[in-house]
């Protein structure tokens, strides 16, 4: 009977310390590490097959700011509490890639960039790139 008691308080005692131990080196969320490819726009979890060529360490607080969560890898998302409200994209211009290159202006006036591989581009409203079909 007395090992039984014995058993019971180190098992909660034991318990007790890795839930301390959890709580107290747990990192917040918004310090929780996330990573990012040298040319995507999505913020990824360790291990994802998206990383093999590139994977750039960052804080969550700082991905969620500039990139959308991968939708294979899942990775954390901040609470929409703590999450600073941005309802637009950011706009990228010509200084966001050292590899496009500005070439002229459609005739809508947006310029063009043409990218590395040799496709040619302008940013719509939102920031998306938008190709030039090719004739």
Request: positive net charge; hydrophobic residues 25%; proline residues 4%.
């Amino acid at each position: 009977k007395g090992g039984f008691v014995m058993k019971k308080h180190l098992f909660s005692f034991s318990l007790f310390i890795i839930l301390f131990s959890a709580i107290l080196f747990s990192q917040s969320q918004e310090d929780q590490i996330v990573y990012v490819t040298r040319t995507g726009s999505k913020y990824h979890s360790a291990g994802c097959s998206y990383l093999k060529r590139s994977s750039i360490p960052m804080k969550l607080s700082e991905a969620s700011a500039k990139y959308s969560p991968c939708s294979r890898c899942a990775p954390p998302v901040l609470s929409t509490l703590s999450k600073k409200k941005s309802t637009s994209k950011i706009q990228k211009n010509s200084s966001t890639s050292s590899k496009e290159t500005q070439i002229g202006t459609t005739p809508t006036g947006k310029t063009l960039y043409q990218g590395p591989r040799g496709g040619i581009y302008h940013y719509s409203k939102s920031g998306r790139k938008v190709y030039q079909k090719k004739y």
